[in-house]
């Protein structure tokens, strides 16, 4: 009867704790805001028309010039807009870009893959997880900060075009779950400490 009870208790033992609903639900929500920043970030670099000065549409991966009689005209040639740097200054912006939402989107699958896979190392999977998506708000805030001070003679605050706000509005989201993530995660009771009987 004794090697009963203590086979129970050991089958017991390494069973996960049952989380608590609103557990779920905070893991659940930072998921969600996770998946709305990596679309909006995607949307925002792959259209890439972030400023417009004037007559002048900035972005990304082209220049565009508009005219009363014609539509726009777009260059992938950055250097002809005349702004010293800007070639080569966006290409470290689509890279940081890119690269922030390479991250975000790795983050977000070692965060859903936690809450699916209920093992010992699930803890450890959100925590790398929220790890990435901190990894992305560096890079997308790169990205921003990067534009902004090649731009800077040109800005004006209503020149930023929507596709700038939502860049602007993952990265927070990126830091935001990042943060909550890391955070609930340390407050809530270890997975894989053994419980008291």
Do not use: Y
């Not at 992305?136 to 921003?144: E, K, Q, R």
């Not at 830091?175 to 009771?189: D, E, P, R, W, Y």
């Amino acid at each position: 009867m004794t090697a009963i009870t203590v086979q129970a208790q050991r089958l017991l033992g390494q069973r996960r704790p049952h989380r608590l609903f609103f557990e779920s639900f905070i893991r659940t929500l930072i998921i969600v805001c996770a998946a709305l920043a990596v679309v909006l970030s995607s949307v925002a670099i792959c259209d890439g028309h972030w400023l417009l000065a004037e007559d002048r549409l900035f972005g990304l991966w082209h220049f565009c010039t508009t005219f009363n009689q014609t539509g726009p005209q777009c260059l992938r040639d950055l250097s002809q807009a005349h702004v010293p740097g800007l070639a080569v200054g966006m290409v470290l912006v689509r890279s940081g870009g890119a690269l922030a939402v390479v991250a975000a989107i790795f983050g977000l699958e070692l965060l859903m893959v936690s809450q699916v896979c209920e093992d010992l190392h699930a803890r450890r999977k959100w925590a790398l997880g929220s790890i990435l998506l901190l990894i992305s708000f560096v890079l997308s805030s790169a990205g921003l900060l990067g534009f902004v001070v090649l731009l800077r003679n040109q800005i004006t605050l209503i020149g930023f075009t929507l596709m700038f706000w939502c860049q602007f509005t993952a990265s927070f989201l990126f830091f935001l779950n990042a943060i909550s993530g890391l955070h609930i995660n340390s407050i809530t009771h270890p997975w894989d400490q053994p419980r008291k009987f």
